[in-house]
């Protein structure tokens, strides 16, 4: 069996192109329904909130973990259901680059919200997003 194992710096360097790559103030989708088999799949369930994340949407990695920085929030969702999945596009919403799973504060799912109930028309705050880079030493 392989061993494959990266110092922090390494893995912190490839968190941090992440970022880069993607680019700056790329768009957030909540959708409700079970999460797509991978980003290049179709979107599947109902849209219940977007929002353009900040231009420095995250922290710089530290230790191969890096968290969202400032305020990922939509001050009205587009729809009533409950939250499943995320995804991470362009700024143009066009292309998908990220897609995780949803849970409550504390469910250890890659994005936690205080409440996976969305109305339409209410304020959708992301509370925990982390991208933790693998192969630790």
Request: glycine share 10%.
């Amino acid at each position: 069996m392989p061993v494959l194992q990266f110092s922090a710096s390494v893995r912190n360097s490839r968190l941090d192109q992440i970022e880069t790559f993607i680019g700056t103030a790329p768009m957030f989708r909540i959708y409700s329904g079970a999460i797509p088999s991978s980003v290049s799949a179709a979107n599947s369930g109902t849209l219940l909130a977007e929002a353009q994340l900040p231009s420095d949407w995250m922290g710089a990695a530290v230790s191969g973990s890096k968290q969202k920085a400032g305020t990922w929030q939509d001050a009205s969702a587009c729809a009533t259901g409950t939250a499943g999945y995320f995804r991470i596009y362009d700024t143009a919403g066009a292309s998908t680059w990220i897609q995780g799973n949803v849970g409550a504060t504390s469910s250890g799912c890659a994005l936690e919200l205080d409440n996976t109930s969305i109305t339409s028309g209410q304020q959708v705050t992301i509370n925990t997003f982390t991208l933790t880079d693998g192969n630790a030493d």
